[in-house]
């Protein structure tokens, strides 16, 4: 099994520009989460879908955040406009059950918005 | 609200010595509790669950941890370890809709 992939693992962008990230979960797995890494904050759990679908965005900082899961295999995290203080690591991570617990995290991508 | 607090931001220990990662939970109901590793620009991965069941759970690189549920902890040991085991360790809590909540986490580090 190849794991979760996420890409691109860096990017670095100037302030205002549009910034998509992307995860493919493991295959079979349902749940798909979005987490974000600071030095600050720690790890924040930004939204997650389950079977496509998004069951709590309460984590998502402003309208500047928007993500999507239009099929079972594929989701982006985007961020327009970005800025200086969204510089973190993103995880995506999934899982495969019901209330397990259990995540597979990607490597992360780390974004640098100068 | 569901959360853990892990008390220590980072631990040295020495190689062969025996460590122990403090976390204590606060919950009113159920409790699933978790504890993560995330070795330098990697993701986290699952090192143990207590999930229900016997308090002493055993987990993956020679790692155990014991749910008190008096004292609401649940520490993360192991009896002697090793410099590969220098990361940072992230105690979890299961909140609802399959929420997982980390702790701050504790950067423990290995020396010779």
């Known amino acids: 099994d190849a794991g979760v992939i996420q890409s691109p693992r860096h990017e670095v962008t100037e302030m205002g520009q549009e910034v998509t990230l992307r995860c493919k979960p493991i295959s079979g797995h349902n749940s798909l989460f979005w987490y974000r890494q600071t030095m600050m904050r720690g790890l924040e759990l930004l939204i997650y879908f389950n079977n496509n679908v998004p069951i709590d965005d309460s984590g998502m900082p402003e309208d500047r955040f928007s993500a999507k899961m239009p099929n079972a295999s594929f989701s982006t995290l985007k961020i327009q406009p970005s800025e200086p203080r969204d510089s973190a690591v993103y995880f995506c991570a999934s899982s495969g059950g019901p209330n397990t617990g259990e995540l597979f995290f990607g490597e992360g991508s780390r974004l640098t918005v100068l | 609200a569901q959360s853990v607090t892990q008390l220590d931001s980072q631990v040295p220990v020495f190689e062969e010595a025996p460590v122990e990662l403090r976390c204590n939970y606060s919950s009113s109901v159920s409790v699933y509790l978790f504890w993560y590793v995330q070795y330098p620009n990697q993701g986290l991965q699952l090192l143990l669950k207590?999930?229900?069941?016997?308090?002493l759970v055993k987990g993956i690189n020679g790692f155990e941890a014991e749910f008190n549920k008096s004292q609401t902890s649940f520490h993360l040991r192991k009896p002697s370890v090793h410099i590969s085991d220098t990361a940072e360790y992230f105690c979890a809590n299961l909140g609802g809709f399959q929420k997982l909540v980390f702790g701050t986490g504790t950067r423990l580090l290995v020396s010779p």
């Open positions: 207590y999930l229900s069941g016997s308090t």
